[in-house]
């Protein structure tokens, strides 16, 4: 697992977890007690109440059902799993069916479809909005959005007596907003960059770099991947404060492809780079 504490402008967020292509992502934010995927079933895992499941391949749902039953073990309060509606159903016979082998009681976990363009509420001062990628099978990215009052613009220039005066009478001198804190997107081809352009504006982006060598380019394409080269386009055109990139394809090492990422990228993003790709045992 890999740490990250990543400085944003609601403070620093943390992040922990671990990326590989075919052998599981995991992204915990333990501040948020929210999960990215669970894509193997780790220890840290289980203090998560929310976990957002983006599709249904392997490696970013074999540790959920895991995740239920230590939850049940360990007598927390079922946890919430938001995924896309069209594999709702498939995960709860899943967790069911788990729970049955267990011959224990069921696992009780709150099972929430939704659909791309949602919002769900997460806690008072921070939602999900979910999207489509363009990954081969039906997948969901998310955005962390940190909602916060403010004053209004107009009303910036006002002393505290004025401000004051001005609610007196009724006025309505803040305004909410939504700052999109972190973007996940999961699996995904480039042409989700085109589709929801404001991905280059979150604070913190977490996306994969699947596929590395030009002889993969093909690859990355048939299965809606991104490609180091794909990154490399997208990278000066980023504002984002910072990158996190993960999902590395088991051809190469950690190493190997951690160095490379960061060569190729490094002179083209202006914010902080950071990778997520990890060797599980
Ligand atoms: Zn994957
Ligand atoms: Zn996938």
Redesign the pocket.
Known sequence: MRTLELATSWGTLRIAGGSR??EG?VLLLPQLRLALDA?RPLRALVPMVHVVVS?G?A??LLGLAAWASQRQLQMLPPGTVYLAEGIAQEVEELLALHARLERGSPYGVRVVPVRAGETVPLRRDFALRFFATT?WTDTLGCCLLWRRRRLRPEYAHLTAQALQRARQAGEEIAEETAVPLLAYT??TGPELFQRESWLASAEVLVT?C?FLRGEDRERARRWG?LHLEDLALLAPGLANRHLVVG?LSGRHTVAEGDATILATLGPLFAGSLHSLNADWP
Do not use: P, Q
Request: aromatic share 0%.
């Open positions: 292509a075919g992502s894509g599709h391949h490696d970013h990954h999961a699996d994969e699947t991947h999902h």
